[in-house]
């Protein structure tokens, strides 16, 4: 036995997995940037113990303790004995929880004319203040170029404070695209392109280049994602609605109805199945885009469906208020729906039908949104959500008895994990994970105000909600960042996580192209026909 309860076999075992998923470079680098968010003072210790907390995985709960040391967690077992020099935190009553990954955000993103007023500092500080530990953004290619869009993005990301991954949208399709998205997958660990079926004009995909993207994504072992909207009706919608006169923020959601939705959310899956590669459809906002992705389940299509925390609490009343400000705040594609919609994606994730749950935070300040003060179609498109989708997620779900705690985190870290080919290195409280760790009181309660939170927008979608379990410490890579209400993170601490393509969705999509081809019979082989034959 070593020093602090561990069999030393388990000891060296776990070290040697530790060396694999330490960065080249990670010697205190919180302090090292020599500022910290909201307090000069940076310096916490490396060795951590979180003691007696109940320790969940996406698998299985049990009261443990975790030991923490460099950045990695070393320990998971009960009593672990240590020295002085550790940090013990005691987390008796509380859970001990992966941080939470965020599957979709939008971080300095240029869009409709301007940019959202979170960088990759404020918006990652904030996410770690919510428990948030991690997140993949979207590079948008530049001119259409892959290449120069990531160059943008990692300039970008240059101020990280925590760990990132990046999606690559596909903007346009020729051959310079496709070379360009073998070079993201095999060099510089992106394994997810999305493609969008809406914004006519400007992001939009038809759907000949869908499939061809689809097509390279599984050659190459990426997952293919979709923003589905019908593009063509949106662009009819919005026309029809400015000849009606209407031209607020209720007119956005006018004219995108559900129904839009459903048919690409369809119409992709359907696509999808026809090239035989998985598919994720981002940001599920209607009962008629699940649906679609019920039915493909079911049928055993491998389709993941992706609700985000404003589809999932919040209704579309709020683009009625007669105030622009108030209503312009919730503009968001797809839109906010009717009452109802979120009761049944509630209930779709309770069950499984959708997966894993995102944000698509991309924030606008309100002198942004008034943009759109005389035309909806000019109102920058996004809401917040990074700070507070753990929270959320856990009052409306767990607290509410709709999914366990176990599924609370296998919904908000360890299936974005697995999906995007990071697991358990990511995801789970396990030997040799990265420290990436939360401690949340379920009998504490959060509030939520633009006045306090952590962003660099003036308006919250979620403004005066109340509920209850909060996050009470955050730790990061080892780190502890959010303890006390106290957030410390600097700019630069964060790493690029790469993600290595054919996650465990590409499982079995082999045997599937090989039932399709034995299905066919066909060619038929035919007789020759003789030349008098042919002449009669």
């Known amino acids: 036995m070593d020093s602090w309860g561990l069999p030393k076999t388990r000891l060296m075992y776990a070290l040697a997995i530790s060396l694999l ?35 969940v995985n996406a698998h299985h709960q049990e009261v443990s303790d975790v030991y923490i040391e460099d950045g990695v967690i070393l320990g998971v077992q009960k009593n672990i004995m240590v020295g002085d020099d550790v940090k013990i935190i005691d987390a008796s009553g509380k859970y001990v929880m992966p941080g939470g990954i965020d599957p979709h955000t ?42 120069a869009g990531l160059e943008s993005y990692v300039k970008k990301a240059a101020r990280s404070a925590m760990d990132y991954g990046f999606h690559m949208a596909i903007t346009k399709w020729d051959e310079t695209v496709s070379r360009e998205m073998e070079v993201m997958v095999k060099e510089k660990g992106i394994n997810s392109f999305k493609f969008f079926m809406a914004y006519k004009g400007s992001l939009m995909i038809r759907d000949d280049l869908l499939l061809e993207g689809f097509k390279k994504c599984k050659s190459l072992g990426a997952l293919a994602m979709v923003h589905a909207e019908n593009g063509d009706a949106v662009f009819e919608g919005q026309k029809r609605m400015i000849e009606l006169g209407i031209t607020g923020p209720e007119g956005h959601a006018l004219s995108r109805p559900p129904a839009l939705e459903g048919e690409a959310t369809g119409r992709a899956i359907r696509l999808a199945g026809f090239v035989n590669t998985p598919l994720y459809v981002v940001h599920v906002m209607s009962v008629d885009a699940m649906e679609e992705i019920a039915k493909a389940r079911k049928s055993g299509q491998k389709v993941i469906g992706e609700p985000v925390v404003s589809g999932l609490v919040l209704n579309d009343s709020v683009l009625w208020d007669s105030d622009f400000q108030t209503a312009a ?13 979120a009761k049944a994606l509630q209930a779709a994730l309770s069950t499984g039908v959708l ?58 870290s360890t299936e974005c994990a697995r999906i995007f080919n990071i697991y358990p290195r990511k995801g789970a409280i396990l030997v040799g994970s990265d420290a990436d760790v939360i401690i949340l009181n379920p009998n ?13 927008t003036d308006t919250n979608v979620y403004e005066g909600r109340r509920g209850k379990g909060k996050v009470e410490v955050t730790i990061a890579r080892g780190k502890i960042v959010w303890e006390n209400d106290e957030l410390k993170v600097v700019p630069g601490s964060g790493n690029y996580i790469k993600m290595p393509p054919f996650s465990y969705v590409f499982d079995g999509i082999e045997n599937t192209d090989a039932e399709y081809l034995s299905s066919l019979r066909a060619p038929v082989i035919r007789p020759a026909t003789s030349t008098s034959a042919s002449k009669i």
């Open 355 to 412: 997966q894993l749950v995102g944000t698509d935070h991309c924030t606008f300040n309100t002198t942004q949104k008034a943009f759109g003060i005389d035309d909806f179609r000019k109102i920058p498109n996004g809401v917040n959500g990074l700070e507070e989708r753990m929270h959320l997620i856990w009052d409306t779900m767990v607290a509410s008895g709709q999914i366990s705690v176990v599924d609370f985190v296998r919904v908000t």
């Open 106 to 147: 939008h971080l300095a993103m240029e869009f409709m004319g301007t940019e959202t007023i979170d960088d990759f500092f404020s918006g990652q500080a904030a996410a770690l203040a919510g428990g948030t530990t991690m997140h993949i953004d979207f590079v948008i290619p530049v001119n259409g170029s892959l290449s």
């Open 329 to 341: 705040k919730y503009v968001m594609s797809p839109p906010i729906r009717a009452p109802g919609h």
């Open 21 to 55: 998923f330490l960065p080249l470079s990670q010697s205190n680098q919180f302090c090292d940037a020599g500022i910290a968010y909201g307090d000069t003072s940076c310096g916490t210790s490396s060795k951590i113990l979180i003691k007696g907390g109940t320790v």
């Open 444 to 456: 504490s309660s959060f509030d939520i105000s633009s006045k306090t939170h952590h962003y660099r």
